[in-house]
T-cell receptor, first 113, second 115 residues
């Protein structure tokens, strides 16, 4: 596609429910990243996929967070048993290789009530 | 550990003024990349520039210019003759090694350009 696409753009969920956020990277980009942007914490790295390598999960805040990337393209970020502190904008980015600039999607605004 | 500091939280200028956004970084790695991103009110992060640690040449793109100085670990961004459309939050970021998209962001500087 022309740019990184994320869905849904907004998600409201009840505390304790699971949510899935989707990211479609730019076609041909081998690297994919998830970030979280919240008022108190700024922009935080969550996870990084590069080709067929094992993902770098060093930024995931707890074991309630997980992500997968199927077929080297679409990625899903899953948050289990959501908490109010999970409320944030979740941003996805992709790049052509690991060493080049990343292009970001519009983000998914998650609100946990 | 790596760190990016943008000491200016908010800046307000009047249209046509020049404005400089400061960025100071910390890393022990010899190979690293520095970036600037713009986040307008729409929310999407827009890539502006990428610089590698071996290239200290300053860069100019239209009204935008960047000053990279390794001696002071700074990568400052200047907008000349600012316009209302420049109003946004600007983020400086750092990546190390070959992980270009694994970014450590500064806290951002909110620039408001008034007519």
């Amino acid at each position: 596609g022309a740019g990184v696409s994320q869905s849904p753009s907004n998600k409201v969920t009840e505390k304790g429910k699971d949510v899935e956020l989707r990211c479609d990277p730019i076609s041909g980009h081998t690297a994919l990243y998830w970030y979280r942007q919240s008022l108190g914490q700024g922009l935080e790295f969550l996870i990084y996929f590069q080709g067929n390598s094992a993902p770098d999960k060093s930024g995931l805040p707890s074991d309630r967070f997980s992500a997968e990337r199927t077929g080297g393209s679409v990625s899903t970020l899953t948050i289990q048993r959501t908490q109010q502190e999970d409320s944030a904008v979740y941003l996805c980015a992709s790049s052509s290789t690991g060493g080049t600039e990343a292009f970001f999607g519009q983000g998914t605004r998650l609100t946990v009530v | 550990a790596q760190k990016v500091t943008q000491a200016q939280t908010e800046i307000s200028v009047v249209e046509k003024e020049d404005v400089t956004l400061d960025c100071v970084y910390e890393t022990r790695d010899t190979t690293y990349y520095l970036f600037w991103y713009k986040q307008p009110p729409s929310g999407e992060l827009v890539f502006l520039i990428r610089r590698n640690s071996f290239d200290e040449q300053n860069e100019i793109s239209g009204r935008y210019s960047w000053n990279f100085q390794k001696s002071t670990s700074s990568f400052n961004f200047t907008i000349t003759a600012s316009q209302v459309v420049d109003s946004a939050v600007y983020f400086c970021a750092l990546s190390v090694g070959n992980q270009g998209g694994k970014l450590i962001f500064g806290q951002g500087t909110e620039l408001s350009v008034k007519p």
